[in-house]
């Protein structure tokens, strides 16, 4: 059976390798020092700051586990190789919904990259999935759970 990947950019590849050198580096020896200065108070059994740094420690070495998995199995998606015209992971793609006149701009990106507030949407998400591989000039439906609509793709660029 093959493994998951993880679509991304080479960018986003970068920002998880720094996210898990700081993981490793710094916040989990803050952690096991928290733990440390926790046990020096006594008691375990009452001790809410032991108990609160055990917490933060499980949810740290989730996410070292999570970061580790997510790089080792990254599929850092070259957008400059695929058509200029097409869209796909890493390209900016401005589109207007049939009937409108204001367009709308996002950068497709792997899923763990996504920052809707900043014009990144997830490769995972409705609006994506429904563009991945079409070409500039194209008309699309899209379904998303807000009802389905169709737009005309004006513009594809890579980033």
Known sequence: ??????????????????ELKELKLVKRPEVINRIKVARSFGDLSENSEYDAAKDEQSHLEDRIKQVEEMLKYADVVDADSVDPNEVSIGKTITFTE???????????????????????ISND????????????????????PGGKFDVVINDVKAE
């Open 98 to 120: 049939v009937g409108e006149s204001d367009s709308e701009s996002y950068t497709i990106v792997g899923s763990d990259e996504s920052d809707p507030l900043s014009g990144k």
């Open 125 to 144: 998400s409705p609006i994506a999935k429904a563009l991945i591989g079409h070409k500039k000039g194209e008309t699309v439906s899209i379904s998303t």
């Open 1 to 18: 059976m093959a493994e998951k990947t993880y679509p991304m950019t080479a960018e986003g590849k970068k920002k998880l390798e720094a």
